[in-house]
Nanobody, 117 residues
Framework: QVQLVESGGGLVQAGGSLRLSCAASGSVASRNSMAWYRQAPGKQRELVAAITTGGVRNYADSVQGRFTISRGDAKNTVFLEMNSLKSEDTGVYYC???????????WGQGTQVTVSS
């Protein structure tokens, strides 16, 4: 089992910045992918950004150039630096981990990000 704990959400004005953190513990495989998803009210959960243990990144078109995903030195932490925030970035942000070989998936509890216009 893997536990994911997110932090860093909050309320920010449009144009501002926030940094989300997620720490994984438990049965974290040496090869895995970690990601951030978000869910706005009344909408489906969507991928925001993902990163593999090898450092390969991908981003949703809507956040490309504004958000940066990175890993901590211990590889069991992931960060999301969010700049130039817009009201449409509002939602609950969830940390995600997939152990590559076992194909097991784990989710964090989510952290609220609210961008006021």
């Amino acid at each position: 089992q893997v536990q994911l704990v997110e932090s860093g959400g909050g309320l920010v004005q449009a144009g501002g910045s926030l940094r989300l953190s997620c720490a994984a513990s438990g049965s974290v495989a040496s090869r895995n992918s970690m990601a951030w998803y978000r869910q706005a009210p009344g909408k489906q959960r969507e991928l925001v950004a993902a990163i593999t243990t090898g450092g390969v990144r991908n981003y949703a078109d809507s956040v490309q150039g504004r958000f940066t995903i990175s890993r901590g030195d211990a590889k069991n932490t992931v960060f999301l630096e969010m700049n130039s925030l817009k009201s449409e970035d509002t939602g609950v942000y969830y940390c995600y981990l997939r152990n590559t070989f076992a194909q097991t998936i784990f989710w964090g509890q989510g952290t609220q990000v609210t961008v006021s216009s």
